[in-house]
């Protein structure tokens, strides 16, 4: 079946606007993480859902930053009021379970102006 | 706290060379280590895990680790350099009980010379 897909690929904004980012993860996996990877940087937990409850969100940065998954499968990372320090690759991965290998997706490189 | 700390930021070998791609962890916990690798334009892609099985963990494309509790260690290496493992790897760290909260390494740029 097809993997974890992420929209947009790209996205460039100027600072202060607002961006989502969408990820659609496998059919049927359970668990969902956002992470952020600076250039250079390995990436960077920044949130967990299972099913449709957002667990952990002790990554994010500050409260520009939010995230839902309202039924359970896709997901929407929004960042407020951007900041050129918000310009990173954010990626998103799926799992079946919460101990199970993580799939991810090919990210979304996001460039503030 | 758990963390991962990758030696080298690039590292070339010849084709048909030895890779060791280096690894060193640290966790307060029994962890689960991981190598990722990641080839240009897309997503990371899991090369192998350990989880508390055989210390000597086998993976694709022909990828080995060995983990080593007493050098905090779990080191990628493959016998013999293909131009096609030309890449970014990551090493990375789990928790062993409750979801995968993952911690990733710096990264090491892997060429490969003909």
């Known amino acids: 079946g097809a993997g974890v897909s992420q929209s947009p690929r790209y996205k460039v904004t100027k600072r202060g606007q607002d961006v989502a980012l969408r990820c659609d993860p496998i059919?049927?996996?359970?668990?969902l993480y956002w992470y952020r990877q600076a250039l250079g940087q390995g990436p960077e937990f920044l949130t967990y859902f299972n099913y449709e409850a957002q667990q952990d969100k002790s990554g994010l940065p500050n409260d520009r930053f939010s995230a839902e998954r309202p039924e359970g499968s896709i997901s929407t990372l929004t960042i407020q009021r951007t900041e050129q320090r918000d310009s990173a690759m954010y990626r998103c991965?799926?799992?079946?379970?919460?101990?199970?290998?993580?799939?991810f997706g090919p990210g979304t490189r996001l460039l503030v102006l | 706290a758990q963390s991962v700390t990758q030696l080298g930021s690039h590292v070339s070998v010849s084709e048909g060379a030895l890779v060791l791609l280096r690894c060193n962890y640290s966790?307060?916990?029994?962890?689960?280590l991981f190598w990722y690798v990641q080839y240009p334009n897309q997503g990371l892609q899991l090369l192998l895990k350990y989880t508390s099985a055989a210390t000597l963990v086998k993976g694709i494309n022909g990828f080995e680790a060995e983990f080593k509790k007493s050098e905090t260690s779990f080191h990628l290496t493959k016998p013999s350099a293909h131009m096609s493992d030309a890449a970014e790897y990551f090493c990375a760290v789990g928790t062993s009980g409750g979801y995968q909260k993952v911690t990733f390494g710096t990264g090491t740029k892997l060429q490969v010379i003909p």
């Open positions: 059919s049927g996996h359970v668990s």
């Open positions: 991965a799926s799992s079946w379970g919460v101990q199970e290998t993580q799939y």
């Open positions: 966790s307060s916990v029994p962890p689960y």
